[in-house]
């Protein structure tokens, strides 16, 4: 059984017979906090307006809690809260009147359903403050409310910590992990800040060129690294990782380089130094989510 709350399947967009957007695939399921990632003109924007319906796919399918974009679209973007460009508030009233004029414009809203969003964005008395007076974390803060409202399943966040200070980040990201832990909501969210998708999320979609690169969990990027072993003969070390344990390696005089998961590392010494091999030194570089992001892109970027 699919229990995806959000699926994108072979999504295309051309503009003037130039592709945008080249058959990308991927999903959420429900409570999981997914990144979506790419360099500048990558379609990543583009990617997200189409599932929020701001701009119609060219071909490929949308669906939402179930229901198709393109067939349903009502109930589909029903299960929907986003925050695509920053949040849009008028400062000359609070936070808890905007709150209220938006919930006034959509089906099903109620006054406990605006007091529940403002105890999970943490506004407390802050909300009945004008937003003129708020900070720029605040103002994010009741545009989660605002994407809240309306209990959705799946929330779209576009570069949500744009200009907020690094406690401010903090904060954002503490909320939304909440919001996936506590009450199972779906969030997919684009930044910038890569260190924060790796702090923040569960997987991680890079897109590149219009296309998908990588899907990945972000506890698979975080155990693989690239190991060098400094050892007595090479040929035969570069031997044992292929045979033994599909490993491809390069030399590079007396030493060899390999990515491996990490979780192996006591393995694959245990069995070199078996294979009477001489290990002189090991370094194990650890990779982080900005090292794989970067080669990816750089080796697309001609793509």
């Known amino acids: ?3 995806s709350i959000l699926k994108v399947s072979n999504l295309t967009k051309k503009i003037k017979k130039i592709q945008i957007i080249k058959e990308i695939s991927f999903d959420i399921k429900q409570g999981e906090i997914v990144g979506f990632l790419g360099p500048n003109g990558s379609g990543k924007t583009t990617t997200l307006r189409m599932i929020v319906g701001l701009s119609k796919p060219t071909s490929g399918e949308i669906t939402i809690n179930g229901y198709s ?10 299960n929907v809260g986003c925050i695509i460009e920053g949040p849009d508030l008028y400062d000359y009233m609070s936070g808890y009147k905007n709150l209220e004029l938006l919930g006034s414009m959509s089906k099903g809203v109620t006054k406990k359903g605006i007091d529940e969003a403002v105890e ?13 007076v708020y900070s720029m974390g605040m103002k994010q803060r009741v545009g989660l409310a605002q994407a809240l409202i309306h209990k959705p399943k799946l929330l779209i966040l576009d570069e949500p910590t744009n200009g907020l200070d690094p406690q401010g980040i903090h904060e954002f990201r503490d909320i939304v992990k909440k919001l996936a832990k506590e ?3 779906s969030v ?16 991680v979609s890079i897109i590149n060129n219009g296309s998908v690169i990588k899907n990945a ?8 690294g690239e190991v060098v072993w400094t050892v007595d003969d090479p040929n035969k070390a570069q031997f044992v990782l292929k045979n033994t344990f599909n490993c491809n390696s390069f030399i590079d005089g007396k030493t060899v380089r390999a990515l491996i998961d ?14 009477n091999l001489k290990i002189n030194y090991i370094e194990n570089k650890k990779r982080t989510l900005e090292d794989l992001f970067l080669t990816l892109t750089d080796q697309n970027k001609n793509g």
């Open 262 to 275: 990490v979780n192996l590392l006591s393995e694959i010494n245990k069995t070199l130094i078996e294979s």
């Open 69 to 78: 974009l393109k067939k349903d679209f009502v109930k589909a973007m029903s």
């Open 1 to 3: 059984m699919d229990t």
């Open 183 to 185: 009450k199972g909501i």
């Open 217 to 224: 969990s972000i506890q698979e990027v975080l155990s693989t």
């Open 188 to 203: 997919l969210i684009s930044s910038h800040l890569i260190s924060e998708i790796q702090l923040m999320c569960d997987r």
């Open 120 to 132: 999970l964005v943490g506004m407390g008395k802050r909300i009945h403050d004008k937003v003129e």
